[in-house]
């Protein structure tokens, strides 16, 4: 049986190609820089999106059936993993990613919820045999449910921090069980609605407090992958506390947890916070925290998070030459946190949608190459400091200059001269290598 | 010879005067928990907006003229501390705030300059001796001239942050001198137009040098004030490195800045980064970062800033709470980094804006000790997070629970309570405190 | 039976009181410029977000159950009409406001949802009887149902044109019946999610179409009263046509319905379009179209419609003068578009954030009278335009003023003298009015 | 003589060529659809930024010098002339676009001014003769001297308003003189900065007034070109009263202007408006208002005008959709209404920015004709809308459906089947062709 009967194995066909359901630019096997494309993008299935999401928003009812043919909740949650499997043998999918309540349905206690899910657990881990399918990250929704409304390991109930780490705890279970190497926190809930009624230290002391019992259990049962902290400013919260890259790197280091935890980054995210995503690559990058990427698209004009699939290839190829530049991935890798359009509600809809997301960061990936080894642009940014390389500079950089000593020199060496920073000819390099 | 001939001191009239210089709500001398409202407050002029902007857009030459009946720039800088020292003395304003190039014109070099601030500083000093005026804190401003045009400490050219360096040498010569306090950084210009040609990574390390440099200086002049950093997002730069108080606080940790520094929060600031004006004074107190305010608006729905008056009575009411909260201010006060509208041309508009201004932070102040006298919304809060003082919660805090006892727990305990957050209930004790 | 057991009708208290149920500034029949504060307000509830909602996110499910204690939809619906009677009786509301879908559950059938509404229908109106309870406005959900996910009006599909001009009919059925006097379009998908499969110009005549046969039949069956269309930019679709007052006005008039619309004006959706709440109702005002209003208020830091209840009395001051300079409702009034917080879970939080808005606006209303009795604002503006009432202000009024003549005058008449625009003195005396 | 001696004429060396001061994609005599690539695209060059712009902001000095080696005002205005005539010359750019204030220094009187701009006016019309170089608009500048502080049509000044008429009598009469087709109103400081001091009525009609004068002057001296509006929302003012294109629109028609003016649309104002390019454009087009073009592009992440110069490919592909859709320019062109970044200060950056955004559009242009060729997403779109082509659509749309019928119809018809919106599909087309 088919849950996908439109199409069969999506095929690279070429950019001359006119059938819907052909990669354009995605080549798995080509060979990028001694890589196969596949290993460099390693593309990840969202569990939540692809399988769960009925297309609901604010204002409408959902659009897609997720039934998949059945009734009882744990035959719905064994079809969506059949459907999941067999959308990622057509799609030439590698990985997935899932939080624990996409994969089964909440029982009516912790215990049962918790059956659910890990005999959904061992269904995947059988599916998973003799294919190249592998979990590139687990975690645990701790935002649905009314329980989590004022937050998880935020929240002002200590009973509801406790049931967030139960529900950790099997996440983590779970994400070893079926050989994931990545952990993930989105801290859906953890922020607030209004500072009048809450007391942001113990929050976020407690927020820190779950991490470090999730890497202590995690570490005490072999788990040798990444945790994630994903960031995120606003929505649903009014604010959320892992708000940037910038933001959740000082919380890392703060607590400590900086050597268990890299960062998750979302494209989406990043424009909600006012940043770029190859900003938020930059900020993480630097700072030895490039983990894993959720790769989709915000609408500039909306300010919400509308997880579209991506299309923009300048922004893809900016985001590439990030993750090159950071030696490629290690445990993480790229998942398509993203959904197709309420009216793109047919099943085709939703490989059409993850070929175009996967085209567009193949030829982002392609483009990034073409960039480095077109060597403009870096060889101008390398030229541009080079005055910290001798002489004054190099004291600088070395700590051995003062404000007197430089003084001194300013005194002497007079008006500084500064060249062009050259932004709109670099930008042309940019468009040339994209567009040939 | 008067520069303001259309009003006097500035008196308080109360609620019902008409008087348009007049103050309705502040009452320098009235004791609030048994300190003046003055020495809660600690009003500051900034040289900058009252004595040296002429009011100029991108859009349209200025609307006042700062030449203060003189031609030669010296005697044009002279006049100022007149005017400045005239304006505070009517308005009844203790503390001032300048960037070097604020108070003196620049020379053709470094040492002209140098000589110009020496020479206007001793002028100032002289000023202030019989007054209550005093210096809140000093600066460089390193964003005007074009040699910054690619950042000051974070320049790709070394001889410009030598340049730097020497503007704040004598910037804290200028500061100590005055007996100021405090001395800030607001990184104009420390942030980059396009990812295409920064290193950010140097650029970030650099920055922290230059700052690390000026603690070693002035620590070794016997400065024993507090450093700050003064969060901003973006503007003139497309992004800033100090964009917002967690950023600026994860950036001083990370570079062993956090002894010697705090923050300087404006208001404006933090709204063109996405937070409220209470969001980033929260945040700065619960990190023990709290240090000084620029008091001024933004306009929501414009993307630059700003700089008008505060005439948000609630904003400053919430603002208030987190001073008092904090203890109040130490080295710090409240500075009116704020602007009159470009139509606002007249002399008397600067007075009628900083009345309006101070009468705002006066209603903010009075309100804020009602909100903590009236005591429902802090009960509110203490008793929300109760759950955390014995039992399970109290396991969470002092780090006996594991993810295992904590599943066990929940298994026992079944599915939590949890109570309404009350938002509704607590924003209207804050409007009927503020309208009564 | 009660819905409501904790409270009773809520009384005016005062502002010393700190009975959580008691209005502090909402004084029913307090006389303001001689007719009761009530009049002025005509504070409608929504039934949508009051009643049927059940404060869902996208990242969440709802905290409030709705089925009132039934299972049977229509059981439930009969409920609504009880509980909703029941808390307008306990909060001296005296109007409602309800779309089709709120009040009736959707049939099998497009005959069985009429049959459902009309049963409804006939039950609110027997509810209706020796009350003073009216009807504000009704109108169709036309965005909910997965058939509109193109649009209604603006579908691409005429059948469901077709269904939606069906919905309409038998809301404005509906209104008649229940004596409204006002019906409302807000074109919840009336828009576009994205350029690339849009004939914009068929979907906006088609929109025009709709609206005219809605004219046509309500006015054949004697409806009297106002058609309002409520402008918002954007959400759910990327962009809605009737983006802001300004465009929806151009809108009218190009298509002939401006003598029979006017504007529902909701303050989140003028947030949401980069304007002011007074902005939007200043527009409407000075064109004719001043309607009826939304009352809720946006976070300006969140790009979604938060719909929560007003608490900002600056703002509703300035909407309220706008109302007072319009000559008050005609057929309009003031309808809570409001929605309690997801973790402001309880019935007794409805009420409190009714009582929080209704005193919000009932201070705005007794603010902007003061402004006006107050008059330096009014008198102010007045005298700032008087150059137009003689000489060449007035030729330039009456016509007879070329660029010729306009050109000979300034040629004699030399560099135009202009005066301060005194924005803060303006809006120190707002902050005056506000707090005394 | 030389302003530019780095380069000579800059020719198209295509895609390979990695010479900077080369078109990669402009060429300028490639035939596409019967047409030279830049008889459709009129480039022109906009006189103030290219020529007058020091690239001052409000944080810094000016990095470019603008005197030309001269000290006398009007030997710069003449040095302008022949720089502006060189770069147009080298670059290829056959039209230009002026303010008055633009190209000549405003005098101490009115005569004087007048004076000034007649005598560069005349010399720029000899340095035209035999050259193909054209005028495409004229305007005058009515926000930058203070007397424009309160607007210039909607001042409240009647003597200001007066002073404006007479600069656009002299601009009228200049764009005359050198065969322009075009005269542009952007309403720079027509808007307010408080509703407090604004009187909205007066102040719409008097814009309206002075549009309607210049109208009569204009066709009185036989100019029978295009008038344009420039819709901007925001900046310098709070709200500018020539919103965004539908707002424009309304406005025209409401005071009969709609015969005698179309829309010049800016890239970043329609950002700066919550609104894509695209859209705007559109909207133009649809309602018959699409006139002329001022290509650059904003920073999403900024809510300024930072009119930079345009590299985004897939933006211009869709404005040049639309320029297609429309019929092409008439008398519009397209102006780079673009400056250089503040650090790119060297005339050898304006050279290689105008290369970059004359490549974008160049590309822009091919690509949007080869969607048009593609053919896929038009018959798409075509076919969507086929239900209004017979049965009930065509009742809709021939007027002789009522809701009666509709109710009818729908009550036979059942539920309305509706089809997926592609929107995932129709984007890879997009980048399919971008990309090949």
Known sequence: MTYFPNFGKIKYEGQGSKNPFAFKFYDADRIIDGKPMKDHLKFAMSWWHTLCAVMADPF????????????????IARAKVDAGFEFMDKLGIEYFCFHDMDIAPEGKTFAETKKNVQEIVAYIKSKMEGTNIKLLWGTANLFNNPRYMHGAGTSCEADVFAYAASQIKNAIDATITLGGKGYVFWGGREGYETLLNTNMAIELDNLARLMKMAVNYARSKGFDGDFYVEPKPKEPTKHQYDFDSA????????????????????????????????????????NGFFGSIDANQ?????????DQFPTDVRTATCAMYELIKAGGFTNGG????????????????????????????????????????????????????????????????????????????????????????????????????LYR
Chains 1, 2, 3, 4 share one sequence.
């Open 298 to 306: 915000g609408d500039e004009h909306l300010g919400w998070d509308t």
């Open 60 to 75: 409408g009812a959902g659009t897609i059936d997720r039934s998949y043919g059945k009734t009882d909740p744990m035959d």
């Open 247 to 286: 933001t959740v790197i000082g919380f890392l280091r703060k607590y400590g947890l900086d050597n268990d935890f890299k960062l998750n980054i979302e494209a989406n995210h990043a424009t909600l916070a006012g940043h770029t995503f190859e900003h938020e690559l930059r900020v993480a990058r630097i």
């Open 334 to 433: 790229l998942n398509f946190d993203a959904k197709v359009r309420r009216p793109s509600f047919t099943f085709d809809d939703l490989a059409l949608a993850y070929i175009s997301g996967m085209d567009t960061f193949a030829l982002g990936l392609i483009k990034a190459y073409e960039i480095i080894e077109d060597g403009r642009i870096d060889s101008f940014v390398l030229d541009r400091y080079k005055s910290y390389k001798s002489g004054i500079g190099a004291e600088i950089m070395n700590g051995t200059a003062t404000l007197e000593s430089l003084e001194e020199y300013t005194l002497k060496n007079g008006e500084p001269k500064v060249e062009s920073g050259r932004q709109e000819y670099l930008e042309s390099i940019l468009t040339q290598v």
